[in-house]
């Protein structure tokens, strides 16, 4: 059964690092997102993709995050200078028609 | 986005149905009643949705209520792999829209 992959599933940093968070989405799907999840609280929508651009974006998603879709497998999520409230699950997901949306394990980022 | 109202947390036993309820009050009438469950710290996984028809697939069964104010989720036969949270989401139907997580249910089976 396909399903959505995420790489590193650990990452560690540096305060003020940039980091990148890869994803390969389910080959065929058109709509892509992430999220993420601080310890302890809520799933939150950081953004979607689709054809090419974001469709929408939270508040989280200042002018320190940026998504690409550098080839027609990955997605990437990357921050260019990290924070401590940075430090969270983060979740790639993708759906076909975008009704269900398939999510991937998480890449776990921890901001020292 | 329509909020949505579940109880914290809820006990069933291992081989008996668990009925999962959630109020969608203001839900408006093009959205869709999504549910998710998320086991421990793994990506978010969809169960199943529904507009105003009872749904039922591999996995569950959803029972929206005539006047869409609320709906049931159904776990036929719980299983210990079960226990998780489980988030009743209201959404629109158009593909780039988010899912909006709520703090969700915390369902536990017992042996």
């Known amino acids: ?112 | 986005d329509a909020k949505t109202t579940q109880p914290t947390s809820m006990d069933c036993a291992e081989g008996r149905a668990a009925n999962l309820p959630c109020n969608h009050s203001t839900i408006s009438g093009n959205e869709y009643v999504y549910w998710y469950r998320q086991i421990h710290s793994q990506g978010p996984q969809y169960i199943i949705h529904g507009l105003k028809n009872n749904e039922t697939n591999e996995m569950a069964s959803l029972i929206i209520t005539e006047d869409r104010k609320s709906s049931t989720l159904i776990l036929p036969h719980a299983t210990l792999r079960d226990t998780a949270v489980y988030y009743c989401i209201v959404r629109g139907y158009f593909g780039n829209e988010k899912l909006t997580f709520g703090t969700g249910t915390r369902l536990t089976i017992i042996p």
């Open chain 1, 1 to 112: 059964e396909p399903e959505v992959t995420q790489t590193p599933s650990h990452q560690v940093t540096q305060m003020g690092q940039e980091v990148i968070l890869r994803c390969v989405p389910i080959s065929n799907h058109l709509y892509f997102y992430w999220y993420r999840q601080i310890l302890g609280q809520k799933v939150e929508f950081l953004v979607s993709f689709y054809n090419n651009e974001i469709s929408e974006k939270s508040e989280i998603f200042d002018d320190q995050f940026s998504v690409e879709r550098p080839d027609g497998s990955n997605f990437t999520l990357k921050i260019r200078s990290t924070k401590l409230e940075d430090s969270a699950m983060y979740f790639c997901a993708s759906s076909d028609r975008g009704n269900e949306q398939f999510f991937g394990p998480g890449t776990r980022l921890t901001v020292l």
